[in-house]
């Protein structure tokens, strides 16, 4: 059973540049979150889907970033332009939504560096 | 709001050392809690689980019990090995009435350190 894909599992780029994350939940999975990871800032939520809707974005840090869902099999996380202070792991995760509580799952990740 | 508060680390010790990392929490409704652990250039991992007062969670030889009394959801291990070495997050999910909200709070994380 595969989890959650995440793509690219490493991305270098310098700065001003666009970079795209990708993510594939799990299948049957309507929920998915994409998550920022800092040593300064802990693990940070910054979007929240649920059946391709985008519900809460409040985290989302700035204008420069942007989150799509275009289908329950995909997801898009978007800087544009990039500035090194976005340096991070970025983590999607994915999960049944359904009365009992059900847990997230992580993908294992996308390390992206900003020259 | 929801918050999640851990046990300041880094936690080191020796293999088969007793293990307890403490997490205490506030919610609104009847949440759910979580225990994840995040191995070294990995995501987070979900360890363990209890969705009501007094369940037991447990896995790979951790325990965490669900005390509404105390709002707490220690996590425990009877001897630990070097391979438990990772960082440790508590979370929980919120809901009332069966609702499930779907965002986990997380605390901010334990790293533990396990020596030969």
């Known amino acids: 059973d595969a989890g959650v894909i995440q793509s690219p599992r490493h991305e270098v780029t310098e700065m001003g540049q666009e970079v795209t994350l990708r993510c594939k939940p799990i299948s049957g999975h309507n929920s998915l979150f994409w998550y920022r990871q800092t040593m300064m800032r802990g693990l940070e939520l910054l979007i929240y889907?649920?059946?391709?809707?985008?519900?809460?974005d409040s985290g989302m840090p700035e204008d420069r970033f942007s989150a799509k869902m275009p289908n329950a099999s995909f997801s898009t996380l978007k800087i544009q332009p990039s500035e090194p202070r976005d340096s991070a792991v970025y983590f999607c995760?994915?999960?049944?939504?359904?009365?009992?509580?059900?847990?997230?799952?992580f993908g294992d990740g996308t390390r992206l560096s900003i020259l | 709001g929801n918050s999640v508060t851990q046990m300041e680390g880094p936690v080191t010790l020796s293999e088969e050392a007793f293990l307890t990392i403490n997490c205490t929490y506030t919610a609104t409704g009847y949440p759910s809690l979580f225990w994840y652990v995040q191995y070294p250039g990995e995501g987070l991992q979900l360890l363990l689980k209890?969705?009501?007062?007094?369940d037991k969670g447990s896995n790979k030889g951790f325990e965490a019990t669900y005390r509404k009394e105390t709002t707490s959801f220690h996590l425990e291990k009877g001897s630990v090995q070097v391979s438990d070495s990772a960082v440790y997050f508590c979370a929980l999910i919120s809901g009332a009435g069966g609702t499930s909200y779907g965002k986990l709070t997380f605390g901010q994380g334990t790293i533990l350190t396990v020596h030969p």
């Open positions: 889907f649920n059946n391709n809707v985008p519900i809460d």
């Open positions: 995760a994915s999960r049944r939504e359904t009365y009992s509580n059900q847990p997230q799952h």
């Open positions: 209890a969705t009501k007062a007094d």
